[in-house]
């Protein structure tokens, strides 16, 4: 993996240009999907549970409209991140789920929560003192950091 330019007037690394052209930003392509108002948190309770039905969503997010969920849902389903599992517990209401493209957001949710246990810990934790993934989720450490190599393409792809 090539090395990121360091130039002599920045005290910063940068990644210098593409090797290969781009027709628009690949960042603003992303919020296009990713970065609608609720999205993320919808994200990430449906990847955080695995009884992400439609009421526990929209009560672990207070503000959030049952108009906004409903349409956050269909924009994912239809950029095919999340689908709908089988009936929770017998019942007639269905969770949501990750599908093998919406796992590919896993690196985007721990970086996030790792900065925000590292640098908001006095909102989120009792006792204000920073964490770190690893501590918080010591069963889970492949999940949140190591499951997904950016290198790859998808998750089933080899590493380059």
């Known amino acids: 993996m090539a090395r990121a330019d360091l130039h002599p ?32 948190t919808i994200l990430r309770d449906i990847a955080f549970s695995p009884e992400a039905s439609f009421t526990k969503i929209l009560h672990n997010n207070p503000g959030l409209r049952q108009r906004t969920l409903s349409l956050r ?35 985007v949710l721990t970086t996030l929560m790792q900065y925000g246990l590292q640098n908001h810990a006095e909102v989120v934790f009792a006792d204000g003192q920073p964490r770190n993934v690893e501590e918080v989720f010591p069963h889970a450490t492949e999940l949140m950091l190591g499951r997904f190599d950016l290198r790859r393409r998808s998750p089933s792809d080899p590493v380059n």
Do not use: D, F
């Open 9 to 40: 007037t920045t005290p910063n690394p940068t990644p210098g240009v593409p090797a290969v052209p781009m027709e628009s930003c690949p960042i603003s392509a992303t919020l296009g999907t990713l970065g609608r108002k609720w999205t993320l």
């Open 73 to 107: 849902l269909k924009q994912l389903a239809g950029e095919q991140l999340i689908e709908k599992g089988p009936p929770i517990n017998g019942n007639r209401h269905r969770s949501y789920r990750l599908t093998s493209k919406g796992e590919q957001v896993w690196p």
